[in-house]
């Protein structure tokens, strides 16, 4: 595959999920509306993630004059496109012209890459920023250059911004900066580009020492390291996973990289991109083992592991490449759809397929019309996922929404910066999944069961209630 062929369907596939997006009849996710809402609030980190991902978001709806779903998810698959260019220079530097198109192509129809185009990550943002961070280091193994040292910091610094998963990365380079030549760079570049770096990262260090440490605090709450023990189930479910995030062709070609590495058939080349990406996946398959990991954990390991499948995909089976760019060309096509269907797409016992995206905005409404009908200006909630999306819903309502407060330390973003301050008196709206008592008895004003999306079947409590039945309980 020709360069050009491989930017034309990077732009192609690109222009689909843009197009698609703007019929998408999802609502944001938890995490989305929680992005967005940090977006109205910058800073230099957040309760659960670092800041660049806000950052991201209020740039594209400043830009766009909204902050409208459409243009909080739009970042993702433009993004996405942004990297797979990138990654076809950084395959071309590395290895050469013959696999740029083919490298371009299977990264931008890969899975989790098709699912991040629709609904916006932080694995968007990082990868990017990885993207330019190896391309500036390939380049530096081949040439001392003060440029691309600090490029290399910045973008190291910059994905430390997005997401700590960057650190993942590092075991696997540091070895192979030790074990192979060829991956060694001059002195002064290296300590020039972890100076860089970290001074691009110090302001979300410095914010997580001013608010002891809640960010990194919240990552190995997470992780479970609490409650260790062995689940080889988790490891092998996490593992498998990993033909579904990056598809089955290009994982297999990963893993066979690796079996040829033991058999001594590979080079040097092939050995850092292994050990570049392969140590991410054990990393995170050990972290199941012992407590847990979501799939996409592991995205790290699919900048310099593409690379890796479609170089020894094209010199030994030129026919997977293409094989591959079927089946994930066919799934990146299919499923910016199924958010555009997703009421339509309805399992046999009745709930939708994309059930966790849909049902939320609905709830909100019904509490701000419960909120009106009653008079009462303010909307309180004790589940995050409630209030992430009622900040969202109602940004335009006069209402006021804040969380219960925390009896001990704050368990998320809401609980943490929008408690309920301690001086309001008048009596509030309490939106909940659970029955309420409370000595100053609680008045029920309604309480219905959604009929579809992610709270079918569950009921929705909306009391009147005196602030002091909320307060630290």
Known sequence: MSARLGLFIILGVTLWRVITLHFDTTDLFVDEAQYWFWSQHLDFGYYSKPPMIAWV?????ELAGSTAIYWIRVSGPLIHMATAIMLMKTAKRFVGPKIEGWTGATFITLPGVALSSVFFSTDVVLLFFLTVALWAYFGLTEKRSVGLALLMGLAFGCAFLSKYAILFVVPGGLIALILLPTARIAWRDFFLSVIVALAVATPNLWWNLAHDGTTVRHTTNIAHWSKLGIDVAGALEFFAAQFGVVGPIVFLAMLWAVARAFKGKNNEREALLIWLSIPVVLLITLQALVAKAYANWGVTA???G???????LDRLWPKGLRLSLAI???ASFLFPLAAVFAHQLVLPNGNEIMKRYLGRSAISCEAGELAR???IPIIVSDNRDLLADMF???????VRIYAKPPAGAPDNYYEQAFALPGDVADGVLFVTTHP????QTPKLIQSW???EGYYRGRTIFAYGISPTCLAGK
């Open 57 to 61: 978001i209020r740039a594209m709806t």
């Open 436 to 439: 309420v008592d409370c000595a």
């Open 328 to 330: 994930n060309g066919a």
């Open 449 to 451: 069961l959604p009929v």
């Open 392 to 398: 969202h819903t109602l940004r335009n309502d006069p």
């Open 302 to 304: 699919y900048i310099a």
């Open 373 to 375: 009908q009653s008079a």
């Open 306 to 312: 593409t690379i890796l499948a479609v170089w020894l």
